[in-house]
């Protein structure tokens, strides 16, 4: 083939000189990383721990399980080998030009199939159903074992998975077409910056694989994410508290305070215009607070849970009560941020404080049994090597709390960007939700130790009087104001059926809405966008099964749902307040600056 023709069939040979530059700069790039990796191994005098997270006890118990009945193993062996015969009788057929129905086919909204290769190439769709039914029955095989403990089968079941999602062959260069198509069309240039996009990617993460994605010089905190107009008008050691400028001529009378999760930051309710909740809540005619929590260091180690609670939600409220006037406050707690509200408001009960009169939840635990697979993480001799970690700096690293998230749903958020970014040589798209979700935050020591195993492993919160909050024993049944718990039916952060236990520990009346997709689209989901039905029911019975069976499915938004229940807890209009209006003077304009430090 002559250069002309390579280049009309879009097939381009790379410049030699110019390959062999870039070549030259990746290996004096590696090289140094090596040797900066080495450095740091060699000064930590601590061997690293071969086992961190646990696992092979957990497969030695089920390899254990799994010998006691080898007739099973057997059966399940045959059930593979007759599969693969229809498998290669099929794939005959049709390199002899006949039509053969598929013997698996990928689950419904698996991406990683979605080349038209995989359907039409007899030979990718060959290796793409093989491989579905090998991981079939490894993840069936380890399921179905008889005898092992709900935990450890829990976690075999996870990190099976986890094995499976690694050996895709969407994630091999010679077995993803895509990936070979882009090779030979670029002539190797893909797989070269590839390289450089995993050179950067560590170099970023000091010698840990830090994959980026998104843009991240794309964005920047209050300029394009995080511009709904505000204040900070009040500031302790653990958070700012901002208040937002009203867009209404008339408030309501009750202002509505936000308490976010300090595991991410508060911006996921602020991303742009479009979809911001708190600018929806804003123009809805709420005076909203939110409390933006600081990105904590080594000199915050000891801040504990009661300390969360005490300089953010009571000190909140008191900076409220100087800002408007106002006693009285409605509130919202969003996933960890909704377990500490709900803490407190039991708390509060104690002190007989009732300045809180009506209290919402977004994806929220208050009964830990059945988190989910984030248990996977919190056995005792993960928790003890967290610990461990932890006492050294002070703080657990945000990375590390992403890459548990990230684990939940590997393939859309590791595995694409392994294929998208090392092997197809491309940037990431920017995008607003994986920046905020790229923005990482620390765990001070305490305070993470405290809720880790309180709440995951003792399952304490629920108990009356199980933990202590600012020297009191806490009751969750004390708490009887309204309150409106809004779940998301594909949760993998905190399950739905999970945070429906909550309806049945607090005494007050009690309102669910499940919405549905996931623990942030399900939350951050605009009436304008169209987008995600919500489920309703008027009663709460102790089988959430039951719930949804008699629940009614809604069209589009929870959001105008909660605002008609909000709104008759509201207490009537007022004029509108703007920052500094009252006692509480602006400190500087929002998004404030514990927001803008980054990991």
Known sequence: ??????????????????????????????????????????????????????????????????????TKLVEAQMQLWQNYMQLWQNTTLRMLGQDADPIVTPPKGDRRFRDEAWQDNEVFDYIKQSYLLSSQWIQGLVHDVDGLDEKTAQKVDFYTRQFVDAISPTNFLMTNPEVLRATVESGGENLVKGLQNLLDDLERGKGKLQIKMTD????????????????????????????????????????????????????????????????????????????????????????????????????????????????????????????????????????????????????????????????????????????HRMEKEGYLDGRDMATSFNMLRANDLIWSFVVNNYMLGKDP??????????????????????????????????????????????????????????????????????????????????????????????????????????????????DPDQWLEKATQHDGSWWTDWQNWISRRSGGQVDARKPGDGDRKVIGPAPGEYVKVRL
């Open 1 to 70: 083939m002559t250069d002309q023709q390579a280049s009309e069939t879009g097939n381009q040979h790379p410049d030699p000189e110019e390959l062999s530059a870039t070549m030259a700069e990746i290996a004096e790039r590696s090289q140094r990383l090596v040797a900066d990796f080495l450095a740091r191994q060699a000064e930590d005098p601590e061997i690293a721990d071969p086992d961190p997270l646990n696992i092979g006890s957990a497969f030695m118990e089920l390899c254990t399980h799994m010998m006691q009945n080898p």
């Open 429 to 542: 798209f920017p995008f607003d939700l994986l920046y905020w979700n790229s923005d990482s935050t620390r765990m001070p020591k305490a305070m993470h130790s405290f809720y880790l195993r309180n709440m995951y492993q003792k399952n304490l919160l629920r108990e009356p009087g199980g933990i202590s909050i600012l020297g009191e024993r806490i009751d969750l049944r004390d708490v009887k104001i309204p309150a409106y718990f809004l779940s998301t039916r594909e949760d993998h952060i905190a399950p739905w059926k999970a945070t429906y236990a909550g309806t049945q520990l607090l005494s007050g009346q009690v309102k669910f809405v499940l919405s549905a997709s996931g623990h942030i689209a399900g939350v951050v989901n605009p009436p304008a966008a169209n987008k995600y039905c919500h489920w309703t029911y008027n009663r709460n019975p102790a």
């Open 216 to 387: 991240l010089n794309a964005f920047k905190v209050g300029e394009n994410v995080a511009t709904t107009p505000g204040a900070v008008i009040g500031k302790t050691d653990l958070m700012e508290l901002l208040q937002y400028t009203p867009s209404t001529d008339k408030v309501a009378k009750r202002p509505l305070m936000i308490v976010p999760p300090w595991i991410n930051k508060y911006y996921i309710l602020d991303l742009r215009p479009e979809n911001s909740f708190i600018k929806w809540a804003v123009d809805q005619g709420h005076t909203v607070f939110v409390l933006s929590w600081v990105n904590p260091d080594s000199e915050l180690a000891e801040k504990s849970f009661s300390d969360y609670a005490q300089e953010g939600v009571l000190a909140a409220l008191d900076m409220i009560k100087e800002a408007t006037g106002e006693d009285d406050v409605n509130a919202i707690g969003y996933c960890l941020g909704g377990t500490l509200l709900a803490s407190v408001l039991a708390y509060m009960a104690k002190k007989k404080d009732e300045r809180i009169k009506s209290a919402t939840f977004f994806t929220t635990l208050t009964d830990f049994e059945k988190p989910g697979e984030l248990s996977v993480f919190v056995d005792e001799e993960q928790i003890e090597s967290l610990e």
